[in-house]
């Protein structure tokens, strides 16, 4: 009975308390609760200035704006931008935020934390005019203990963020408090700082072995006696298991309690069922509790073979992954929850499973929705070791820093099943030297310590036989070899992996950067202008993707691939280029052409994807080649109802640790052994239709359309209604339509976009990696028929009203509703 009453004021607490991360909440340190999103109200200035740390700085002109905040993105691309091509030509420099708050008396019996999500990079925090401390890596969040700073009344926090030196990325970085801060306020006995982990180490059909590990600070000056209290909830909130342990902490002492719950019938976190359940966890200290924290979790259990690759639950998964940068396009760096749910969402359509983060830990949030929708994660933590790639890379700072940032990675990030393996650097030229081995064995050991539950790789990339590549005792000393780019590596590039499996058979392998089928730019328009001549370049790519994934397919021992990339992303590019092309999708979230390729190969509903568009004016009678990706045994084309015959796939299936395998569901007499299929027709405007066959029977078509002059604009959003407690987002399809509504594929007409109500536009985007117009401004061109609008709620709720106009084109408007 007492610990039925005492789990029920447990839960009252907790209800009342901010919880995890995902969730959004305004408000001061005065208000109640103990977890605050600390973004809103801050003040900005950009460029360095004198004595802004001081608490009586006068900040009365500065810029007030919310964070998460990128400067870059707001700033003009220019060719002779410090950052160069490795930040696509977009600003950096140094920037200031302040923010003021209040503290009540109550509060300084408290002990108070401020924690940084992200800050790129090299920030400096003060409080008060104290300084807290430096944390030169971008991609790491770090908190500070401010409670012996305070004081009764208005405080002042001054944050310098410092981005100047360059080059220091070989990516698009952002720059300034790029992710969200949070004010965390406790209890002297309380919680630790990411003090929870939790472990499934145990798990059958009718149980689970739920292994918590909490640590606990006493920062009273006596010793304390009191209890923890714990309850696992389901995702439907009903209760499955509960404890309660007394404890006694000397005065400063930091205790661990270990717990061992059991779970009957558990829900196994899979890709397909990704089931979470919640730890709520209380310390009770003379009656009364002193603190509480929620802590999401999932049951799964992971497993690597050498010969038969991963398995999840028993089950074995190949990893149809892709390699992620953190930038949102339009947004930059500053990338709100619901412009990643809607580039996640449109990956799981696409059949991906496995994400790696290239090359640095993501957001906080980005997990989270990882964990939610069943993506597989390689989390990653560095691009660079002692050996440079940029003159002021994360080399000048590794000595110093590596251990401190890999377990802050670790510590924030291992309580997420949607992590399955840790990768501690991408290609680090150290990976050629014995001295790269001892630094992979330093950080390895570390990771195993922190984490013992999950394996560890690194991205290598030159592995072979000769001269200057990764030495043998570095590939050894990794849980799992990670390749990248397997093609270049040995004379003969259709072998891949076998012939470093023949010599090392207990090597397990994982292909963590390779090449995509990404087509050129976006997708229907892969082929270029010139519908004669097929890129070459894009040729290649198409072929060797389909054929490395034809043997990562057929052989069980390669765990999966992650090809690179996903998605489009800012920098890393070349003038005039702002932006490079290796995604499926494009930096608007657009699918290109190579998405359906991988979509015939990672899904079983039927579909069909034709291209390039059909739109050729001037050019009839002139051969173009007419490719199909699908999942279809059999495809019969037709244009304008003629038919140019039908053609047979043959389909890999999942093979075993030896050569090639027959392939499943044989199809008699196969067109191809490649994994597309291709007509040769001469053009003539009209309709190509494509009827897709299973077992005789047909399952599905799609057709191409010879489109109009440019009519209209049509605007389609992936949601009506946004939340504004969530900073919620709309992301808005714009299309340039004829008088039928047929995208016109080759129209670029300028559309200005306003917008009446409740929210605000943060972003437009037309995925043309040549287009230098500013993301923040409210005229985009569209690129092949589209662009992309980004609308954000406000703090209020309301209407909002969207209206895109063009010279020559009838305009169009849509509602979006911003609740709470």
């Not at 053009?683 to 002059?709: D, F, H, S, W």
């Amino acid at each position: 009975m007492r610990t039925q009453l005492i789990c029920l004021l447990m839960f009252v607490f907790l209800s009342l308390m901010p919880e995890i991360k995902g969730q959004y909440y305004d408000g001061d340190l005065h208000r109640d609760g103990k977890r605050m999103l600390f973004d809103f109200g801050w003040r900005f200035y950009s460029g360095d200035i004198k004595d802004a740390e001081k608490p009586d700085f006068d900040d009365a002109d500065w810029r007030i704006l919310d964070l998460p905040h990128d400067w870059s993105i707001e700033g003009k691309i220019d060719k002779n931008a410090p950052a160069g091509g490795n930040g696509g030509y977009y600003p950096t420099g140094v920037g200031w935020y302040r923010k003021h708050f209040e503290v009540s008396a109550n509060d300084l019996e408290k002990i108070i934390w401020i924690e940084f999500d992200g800050v790129y990079m090299n920030s400096d925090v003060w409080v008060n005019g104290i300084h807290l401390g430096n944390r030169p890596y971008g991609y790491s969040s770090f908190y500070y203990d401010i409670t012996k700073y305070l004081k009764k009344g208005n405080n002042v926090i001054a944050v310098r963020v410092d981005n100047s030196k360059q080059p220091n990325s070989r990516w698009y970085s952002g720059s300034g408090i790029y992710r969200n801060v949070w004010l965390i306020k406790q209890n002297k006995l309380h919680l630790a700082h990411w003090g929870v982990f939790v472990t499934t180490p145990e798990i059958s059909s009718d149980s689970a072995l739920v292994d918590i590990n909490t640590q606990i600070d006493n920062e009273y000056n006596s010793s304390i006696e009191a209890e923890l209290f714990i309850v696992i909830e389901d995702n439907e909130g009903n209760i499955v298991a509960s404890a309660e342990k007394k404890f006694a902490a000397k005065p400063g002492e930091s205790l661990t309690i270990n717990n061992k719950l059991w779970i009957q019938r558990p829900k196994l976190w899979s890709v397909d069922s990704p089931d979470l359940y919640t730890l709520k966890q209380s310390i009770l200290k003379d009656g009364k509790i002193s603190d509480g924290l929620n802590t999401v979790f999932g049951i799964r259990k992971i497993f690597y073979d050498a010969d038969k690759g991963f398995f999840l639950n028993d089950k074995h998964i190949k990893m149809n992954g892709v390699c992620l940068h953190h930038d949102g396009g339009a947004v930059g760096a500053a990338v709100p929850l619901g412009v990643w749910k809607y580039r996640l969402e449109k990956l799981k359509k696409m059949g991906c499973n496995a994400v790696r983060t290239a090359h640095n830990p993501p957001a906080p949030e980005f997990l989270d929705l990882c964990d939610q929708m069943g993506f597989l994660v390689m989390d990653e933590a560095f691009d660079e070791w002692r050996s440079g790639k940029r003159k002021y890379g994360y080399h000048v700072y590794f000595d110093q820093w590596y251990e401190k940032d890999l377990i802050s990675m670790i510590h924030r990030d291992r309580n997420h099943p949607s992590i399955v393996i840790w990768s501690v650097g991408n290609e680090v030229p150290d990976q050629k030297t014995e001295e790269g081995t001892e630094i992979l064995q330093m950080l390895t050991n570390i990771c195993h310590r922190e984490d013992p539950t999950r394996p560890v790789t690194q991205a290598c990339d030159n592995i072979a036989a000769d001269g200057g590549s990764t030495v043998l005792s570095f590939l050894n000393a990794l849980d799992i070899v990670g390749y990248n780019y397997v093609d270049r590596w040995h004379e003969r590039r259709e072998l891949y992996y076998s012939i470093d499996k023949l010599d090392h058979p207990e090597w397990k392998m994982i292909g963590t950067e390779n090449r995509s089928n990404h087509g050129v730019f976006r997708g229907n328009y892969s082929l270029g202008d010139d519908p004669a001549t097929v890129n070459p370049n894009y040729n290649y790519d198409m072929i060797d993707a389909e054929q490395l994934w034809k043997f990562t397919k057929m052989h069980d021992y390669v765990i999966g691939d992650f090809m690179w990339t996903g998605i489009d992303y800012l920098g890393e590019a070349r003038w005039p280029f702002r932006s490079w092309n290796f995604g499926v999708l494009d930096l608007c979230g657009f699918e290109k052409d190579g998405y359906y390729f991988y979509q015939s190969q990672w899904t079983t509903k039927p579909m069909i994807h034709l291209f390039p568009h059909w739109n050729w004016e001037g050019r009839g009678g002139q051969i173009i080649p007419v490719i199909c990706y699908t999942n279809c045994n059999d495809v019969e084309l037709f244009l304008n109802g003629k038919s140019y015959g039908k053609k047979r796939l043959e389909f890999p299936r999942q093979g075993n640790s030896g050569g090639w395998n027959k392939y499943a569901n044989p199809v008699v007499n196969p067109t191809t052994a490649d994994l597309h299929l291709q007509w040769d027709i001469p053009y003539e405007p009209g309709v190509i239709k494509a009827v897709g066959m299973k077992n005789g029977q047909v399952v599905c078509t799609q057709e191409l359309r010879t489109a109009g002059k440019p009519y209209a604009i049509r605007l389609i959003p992936d949601r009506d209604t946004i939340n504004v407690s969530e900073r919620g987002v709309a992301n808005i399809k714009v299309e340039v339509v004829d008088k039928n509504n047929n995208v016109v594929p080759t129209a670029g007409n300028l559309i200005e976009f306003s917008i009446i109500g409740k929210g605000k536009i943060i972003g437009v985007e037309n995925g043309n990696p040549l287009d230098h117009s500013s993301s923040k401004s409210n005229k985009r061109k569209t690129y092949n028929g589209l662009a992309l609008v980004v609308l954000q709620a406000s703090d209020e709720e309301g209407a909002i009203r969207l209206t895109a106009k063009s010279e020559g084109l009838k305009e169009a408007s849509i509602n979006i509703v911003s609740v709470k």
